[in-house]
């Protein structure tokens, strides 16, 4: 712990760009409950509510799109900075919206922040953290993503009891405050040792990562090693340097652009984007009444999140990848398969004056569900979501790395984008019927993940090259890295 003692505390740091997009999802899934913010945008229908929630995951979209070449070319310490600007601005515009039209618009351009964002912080981690702690490292994005969940959701209930449009304009100015926190932070923060390497700046690199791994000691023979395979890395890599995102489609590259975008998919057909942006409404059809219930039960859902992330970043180096997605992913099959049943078996449709449904299920089955809601909401916390940072973030070559993050980045975006889309109608007029969608998703994902998904753990970046270098078939290709740690005495428990 005290050698990492730095690169905890620059990990902590960056960490904050997550904390601004749990923010800002948290932030608009409780308001979208408040009555002071259904009159003054006139009660927008369950296609205009879409539009508004997925009008940030757009925006998210675009700017994920630009990171990687605004990661290699500004750094990706700068390229954090620009994005905190951004993301301060398309906040102001929300927090100061006089129509839906302008409250859109700043939910595009807070997303363009928080696209960027998303792709740099992952890759300036994976870029300073050793192989025995970087899972834990970047775990600390999902963590803080389920703070600022958690934050947004009690900040919310807190301002629902004003009587005026401050009660949902407060919430949305507050998440101007974390982003000039992590854009000042920054600026004390170093550049990562590889992007200096790649960028001729070797004197700064021995200078950086004698600061995060041996007290500012530039003769520590561990941290000398480490900056001379650095070094002989980003030298193959010029050697066979991406000058397009077209390359990026061609072997030996396109097997973990592949997996690495279906990972970032499979991520977001877990479905907690409509637990996380819907969750009020769902729990209002279970049976909750009145807009406190459903706003504290929102809230400890953020609390379960928030906690069901704390084992994963323990343990998620000792665990492995694939043996935390394929648990992660039964988990949540489970869990939607007794809420699909349940629901299904009982509910009994009725629509209010304001035309919202109500299931009208019995009270324990009601309770039932909303249980499994939260085992849901624990079991992905504990797996789909530290992972789906974690994998695309550390299996690339440094070369590459931005652009292919920003690549499995946009798709993460992408598909978040039309699930917040068409949610909230899927919700109002199929219900069990989602729940059933997903559980059979988790269920396939868990052979996925068994079948093509290698394990990284304990590895370093530079080590992906023969990871990644046998057969597609992960499953079958245990024998030849068991090979290859013996003969180069590398320790890797429980692989599977």
């Known amino acids: 712990m005290s050698r990492n003692r730095q690169t905890y505390m620059v990990g902590g740091v960056a960490a904050l760009g997550g904390f601004l997009f749990g923010y800002d999802t948290g932030v608009i899934s409780s308001i979208l409950e408040m009555d002071y913010w259904k009159d003054y945008f006139h009660k927008p229908s369950s296609t205009g509510v879409g539009v508004i929630v997925a009008m940030l995951t757009a925006g998210c979209f675009v700017g994920s799109l630009f990171a990687g070449w605004l990661a290699d070319r500004l750094s990706r310490k700068r390229t954090i900075m620009l994005a905190c600007v951004v993301f301060s601005l398309g906040a102001a515009i929300q927090c100061g919206s006089r129509n839906r039209a302008m409250l859109i618009a700043g939910r595009f351009v807070a997303g363009l922040g928080v696209g960027v964002l998303s792709m740099a912080v992952p890759v300036f981690m994976s870029e300073i953290a050793p192989p025995s702690i970087r899972?834990?490292?970047?775990?600390?994005?999902?963590?803080?993503?389920?703070?600022?969940?958690?934050?947004?959701?009690?900040?919310?209930?807190?301002?629902?009891?004003?009587?005026?449009?401050?009660?949902?304009?407060?919430?949305?100015?507050?998440?101007?405050?974390?982003?000039?926190?992590?854009?000042?932070?920054?600026?004390?923060?170093?550049?990562?040792?590889?992007?200096?390497?790649?960028?001729?700046?070797?004197?700064?690199?021995?200078?950086?990562?004698?600061?995060?791994?041996?007290?500012?000691?530039?003769?520590?023979?561990?941290?000398?090693?480490?900056?001379?395979?650095?070094?002989?890395?980003?030298?193959?890599?010029?050697?066979?340097?991406?000058?397009?995102?077209?390359?990026?489609?061609?072997?030996?590259?396109?097997?973990?652009?592949?997996?690495?975008?279906l990972m970032r998919?499979?991520?977001?057909?877990?479905?907690?984007?409509?637990?996380?942006?819907?969750?009020?409404?769902?729990?209002?059809?279970?049976?909750?009444?009145?807009?406190?219930?459903?706003?504290?039960?929102?809230?400890?859902?953020g609390v379960i999140n928030c906690l069901a992330t704390v084992p994963a970043i323990l343990w998620i180096d000792k665990w492995g990848r694939r043996k935390t997605l394929m648990f992660g992913s039964l988990a949540c099959g489970i869990s939607y398969f007794i809420q699909a049943v349940a629901t299904g078996a009982t509910q009994n449709?009725?629509?209010?004056?304001?035309?919202?449904?109500?299931?009208?299920m019995p009270t324990g089955v009601s309770y039932l569900v909303i249980v499994f809601i939260y085992v849901f909401v624990a079991s992905f916390a504990m797996s789909w979501g530290p992972i789906g940072w974690i994998y695309p973030s550390e299996i690339f070559p440094t070369h590459i790395r931005s652009k292919a993050n920003s690549v499995t980045t946009a798709s993460n975006w992408l598909f978040n984008f039309v699930i917040g889309l068409v949610s909230p109608i899927l919700i109002k007029r199929i219900t069990w019927g989602l729940d059933l969608i997903f559980a059979l998703i988790m269920f396939a994902s868990v052979a996925i993940v068994f079948l093509f998904f290698p394990e990284t753990k304990n590895r370093t970046l530079e080590e992906m090259e023969f990871i990644f270098g046998g057969s597609p078939w992960a499953h079958k290709d245990k024998k030849r890295i068991a090979e290859h740690d013996a003969t180069t005495n590398h320790y890797m428990d429980d692989k599977v």
């Open 135 to 261: 899972g834990r490292l970047v775990s600390l994005q999902q963590w803080a993503i389920t703070w600022g969940l958690l934050v947004a959701f009690w900040i919310d209930y807190g301002t629902h009891f004003i009587k005026s449009d401050a009660s949902w304009r407060i919430p949305m100015g507050i998440q101007i405050v974390p982003a000039l926190i992590l854009f000042v932070s920054m600026s004390f923060m170093p550049y990562t040792p590889r992007w200096l390497v790649n960028n001729g700046r070797e004197d700064e690199a021995l200078r950086v990562l004698a600061r995060l791994r041996s007290s500012g000691d530039t003769t520590d023979a561990e941290m000398i090693a480490e900056l001379r395979n650095i070094k002989t890395a980003v030298q193959i890599d010029r050697e066979t340097a991406v000058t397009s995102y077209t390359e990026l489609l061609r072997p030996p590259i396109r097997r973990r652009v592949i997996l690495g975008v």
């Open 265 to 301: 998919i499979l991520e977001q057909l877990t479905g907690i984007n409509v637990t996380l942006y819907f969750a009020p409404t769902i729990f209002k059809q279970s049976g909750l009444t009145g807009d406190n219930a459903s706003l504290l039960a929102q809230g400890l859902n």
């Open 349 to 360: 449709k009725t629509y209010d004056d304001n035309g919202d449904l109500n299931l009208n």
